[in-house]
């Protein structure tokens, strides 16, 4: 006679904490955290728009809005987030996008490294554009 055997399946407990265990899941969720901020400066921008959009006294009191301490504190820390997510993904984009010259690929931080280049040219563009120098 054959014994019967269980059909449950092991469910693994799973806590709050599993973040915590290792730093590159923490890691990887601050830079998953971290798209919350950019969506919300990216609807910053565009509500001021609207405002420009609106006229005059819209854009002024947008930009009064901006000068308050708690837009000050948002803007730091959106900042903060979009820099620490594009340096993890220019980081890891020589894994995600491997290139290969005839037989050979080319080093990671030649690849991470013209990102980077890239990143400062166009941010050199823009504050030229823009008047800053």
């Known amino acids: 006679m054959a014994e019967k055997v269980s059909r449950k399946p092991f469910v693994r407990e799973m806590t709050s ?3 915590f265990r290792h730093p590159r899941y923490l890691r990887y ?3 998953e955290f971290s798209c919350l901020f950019i969506g919300a400066y990216t609807l910053l921008m565009v509500w001021g728009l609207k405002q420009l959009a609106d006229g005059p006294q819209a854009w002024t009191g947008f ?3 901006l000068r308050s301490p708690a ?5 730091v ?3 903060g987030f979009a820099l620490y997510h594009s340096v993890t993904w220019f980081n890891l984009t020589p894994k995600a996008l491997p290139v290969q ?3 050979e690929f080319v080093a990671g931080g030649v690849i991470a490294g013209a990102h980077y280049a890239a990143w400062a040219l166009v941010s ?3 504050l030229l554009a823009a008047g800053a120098f």
């Open 63 to 65: 930009l009064e809005a």
């Open 77 to 79: 820390l959106a900042l």
């Open 101 to 103: 010259l005839g037989e």
């Open 71 to 75: 837009s000050i504190v948002f803007h």
């Open 17 to 19: 904490e599993w973040i």
């Open 124 to 126: 050199l563009a823009i």
């Open 29 to 31: 969720m601050v830079r």
